[in-house]
């Protein structure tokens, strides 16, 4: 089990940055592909990011490439996301995912049934 809990959304302007957290308590941080994905109202989850385990291999959305860089900490037993120039059609709630121990398959980081636990999310709102 593990439990993951995210911070660090807010309201922010248009080419603003904000900087993502997501913890996670238990055992096994370094096992577990993580990943970043984002739900505007009335919308699908969408995959955002993710750093996949043991090896550490980043994925991005083309959507955020080149303004989110993502990157764990495994001794922290953290997962953060950096956001730079933030667009309005970034607004949606974040949430920080977790694999089970060992048990990603490669190719699969961004589909949302790829991992078993979820934080609460964090609301993050670019207006222009």
């Known amino acids: 089990q593990v439990q993951l809990v995210e911070s660090g959304g807010g309201s922010v302007q248009a080419g603003d940055s904000l900087t993502l957290s997501c913890t996670a308590s238990?055992?096994?941080?370094?096992?577990?592909?993580m990943g970043w994905f984002r739900q505007a109202p009335g919308k699908e989850r969408d995959f955002v990011a993710a750093?996949?385990?043991?090896?550490?291999?980043?994925y991005y959305a083309d959507s955020v490439k080149g303004r989110f860089t993502v990157s764990r900490d495994n001794t922290k037993k953290t997962l953060t996301l950096q956001m730079n120039s933030l667009k309005p059609e970034d607004t949606a709630a974040y949430y920080c995912?977790?694999?089970?121990?060992?048990?990603?398959?490669?190719?699969?980081?961004?589909?949302?049934?790829?991992?078993?636990?979820w934080g609460q999310g964090t609301q993050v709102t670019v207006s222009s």
């Open positions: 750093v996949t385990r043991v090896d550490g291999n980043i």
């Open positions: 995912a977790a694999t089970t121990p060992s048990s990603y398959t490669s190719g699969s980081y961004s589909s949302p049934q790829t991992y078993d636990y």
């Open positions: 238990g055992r096994t941080f370094s096992s577990r592909t």
